[in-house]
């Protein structure tokens, strides 16, 4: 483990430093510690310098813009493991050279391949206790061999997700959920299924389950900065929500060393530059009518929350800094719901197929290969909702993790 401080990254301690702004310049060096060093792993230790206010940033974020209607800019940490291109070339994700990283608008389009070429993982810590806290939790996961008592549960919340009632009507939370569960089979874990099918996905059942630990826990349905939630559709055409779990109940989970990889499926959980300012400006905006992904004022999201959380929560989380996107029905016909052979569905089973199928017990790799096993089969230059998908997917952990510890 080589630890690198943003100060000799700028400064040149080890390399001559390259880049027009300081994200360029850490992503030129891990290019060359690639090439020079070999490493495999970067984890960026540093989120926004506070919890209340502003976009002063410890490590450095790209937003970028690839703009539907509703969202023009979000967070991707996937600029700094796409360090070449097609061509072998360092991938300045700029290259119509404008200064507008990863566009994709009217007025330009940057050329991106989207392969992660080294595993990139971010604790989005704001103070020091936090970066105690989650070291800490790191550092207990590895050298204490998981109990299988714990570690062979997997939690999964779901329930509807889309409305299609006059359609297939999948309860598409709970397909993808399923598909998890299949995945994980073979490997001996016990699936705790928290589904508004079976009537027990409620807020204190979510806490009670987790607080139990887990080796894995997938959330699939719908979310905000702040919380994570399921639809009913059986009354309203809009939906119901369903609330599973908010950060205000987070220090509620009691699975003290006894933590989840943890998967969440939906919008914005993972949006890790919230502020309690700008979402309580985000709240108050709503009661105008406004468009705001906030749905409660919140210092952190939900997806850093229940990694920095104490005396419980996750080992690391992987969610969305954006607009999350997902499908229904069965467009081809094939007899498998399209909600999890597309987009985020797709995704979120193939990560967890990682671990059950492939036998990758890293758990950077396993991010790594779902990304790339996605870029290969929906080119992200082809369709922006592909390249969005892989973009947003934010991985808040150690990428060197070894899944459930190493044997003493």
């Given at each position: 483990?080589?630890?690198v401080t943003?100060?000799?990254v700028?400064?040149?301690?080890?390399?001559t430093?390259?880049?027009?702004?300081?994200?360029?310049?850490?992503?030129?060096?891990?290019?060359?510690?690639?090439?020079q060093?070999?490493i495999?792993?970067?984890?960026l230790?540093?989120?926004?310098?506070s919890?209340?206010?502003?976009?002063?940033?410890?490590?450095?974020?790209?937003?970028?813009?690839?703009?539907?209607t509703?969202e023009p800019?979000?967070?991707s940490?996937?600029?700094?493991?796409?360090?070449?291109?097609?061509?072998?070339n360092?991938?300045?994700?700029?290259?119509?050279?404008?200064?507008?990283?990863?566009?994709?608008r009217?007025?330009?389009?940057d050329?991106?391949?989207?392969?992660?070429?080294?595993?990139?993982?971010?604790?989005?810590?704001?103070?020091?206790?936090?970066?105690?806290?989650?070291?800490?939790?790191?550092?207990?996961?590895?050298?204490?061999?998981a109990d299988?008592?714990w570690?062979?549960?997997?939690?999964?919340?779901g329930?509807?997700?889309f409305?299609?009632?006059?359609?297939?009507?999948f309860?598409?939370?709970?397909?993808?959920?399923?598909q998890?569960?299949?995945?994980?089979?073979?490997?001996?874990?016990?699936?705790i299924?928290?589904?508004?099918?079976?009537?027990?996905?409620?807020?204190?059942?979510?806490?009670?389950e987790?607080?139990?630990?887990?080796?894995?826990?997938?959330f699939?349905?719908?979310?905000?900065?702040?919380?994570?939630m399921?639809?009913?559709?059986?009354q309203?055409?809009?939906?119901?929500?369903?609330?599973?779990?908010?950060?205000?109940?987070?220090?509620?989970?009691s699975?003290?060393?006894?933590?989840?990889v943890?998967?969440?499926?939906?919008?914005?959980?993972?949006?890790f530059?919230?502020?309690?300012?700008?979402?309580?400006?985000?709240?108050i905006?709503?009661?105008?009518?406004?468009?705001?992904?906030y749905?409660?004022?919140?210092?952190e999201?939900?997806?850093?929350?229940?990694v920095?959380?104490?005396?419980?929560?996750?080992?690391?989380s992987f969610?969305?800094?954006?607009l999350?996107?997902?499908?229904?029905?069965?467009?081809?016909?094939?007899?498998?719901?399209?909600?999890?052979?597309?987009?985020?569905?797709?995704?979120e089973?193939?990560?967890?197929?990682?671990?059950?199928?492939?036998?990758v017990?890293?758990?950077?790799?396993?991010?790594?290969?779902?990304?790339?096993?996605?870029?290969?089969l929906f080119?992200?230059?082809d369709?922006?909702?592909?390249?969005?998908?892989?973009?947003?997917?934010?991985?808040?952990?150690?990428?060197?993790l070894?899944?459930?510890?190493?044997?003493?």
């Open positions: 483990t080589i630890l943003t100060d000799e700028y400064g040149g301690s080890y390399f430093p390259q880049g027009r702004d300081d994200a360029e310049k850490i992503k030129y060096f891990i290019k060359n510690a690639i090439e060093w070999g495999k792993y970067v984890m230790v540093g989120g926004l310098t919890l209340i206010s502003g976009q002063e940033w410890y490590i450095p974020v790209v937003y970028v813009h690839n703009e539907d509703s800019q979000y967070i940490d996937l600029y700094y493991a796409d360090i070449y291109d097609a061509d072998g360092f991938s300045s994700w700029d290259t119509n050279g404008n200064g507008v990283y990863g566009e994709w009217m007025t330009g389009k050329k991106i391949d989207g392969y992660p070429d080294v595993y990139v993982g971010r604790l989005a810590c704001r103070n020091v206790k936090e970066v105690e806290t989650v070291v800490n939790k790191i550092i207990t996961y590895e050298s204490t061999p299988p008592s570690f062979k549960r997997l939690v999964l919340a329930g509807d997700t409305n299609d009632i006059s359609g297939h009507n309860l598409e939370g709970e397909v993808a959920t399923q998890t569960a299949d995945y994980l089979s073979d490997k001996g874990f016990e699936p299924k928290l589904w508004w099918s079976l009537g027990n996905l409620k807020q204190p059942n979510v806490v009670d987790i607080s139990k630990g887990a080796g894995f826990l997938h699939s349905g719908h979310g905000s900065p702040g919380m994570w399921a639809k009913d559709f059986t309203d055409p809009h939906g119901k929500y369903i609330l599973g779990l908010d950060v205000y109940h987070m220090p509620l989970l699975n003290d060393g006894k933590y989840p943890t998967v969440i499926g939906g919008c914005h959980n993972s949006m530059n919230a502020t309690l300012m700008g979402s309580t400006i985000g709240c905006k709503s009661l105008t009518g406004s468009l705001t992904w749905w409660m004022p919140i210092p999201s939900f997806g850093w929350w229940i920095k959380a104490q005396n419980g929560g996750a080992i690391a969610g969305c800094t954006g999350g996107y997902g499908t229904i029905g069965d467009s081809n016909d094939d007899g498998i719901p399209d909600c999890i052979q597309y987009l985020l569905g797709w995704l089973v193939h990560f967890f197929a990682q671990y059950g199928q492939e036998n017990d890293i758990l950077g790799e396993m991010w790594g290969n779902a990304i790339t096993g996605y870029v290969n080119p992200p230059m369709d922006k909702t592909d390249l969005k998908t892989i973009e947003e997917w934010a991985f808040l952990g150690d990428p060197s070894k899944i459930g510890g190493y044997s003493s």
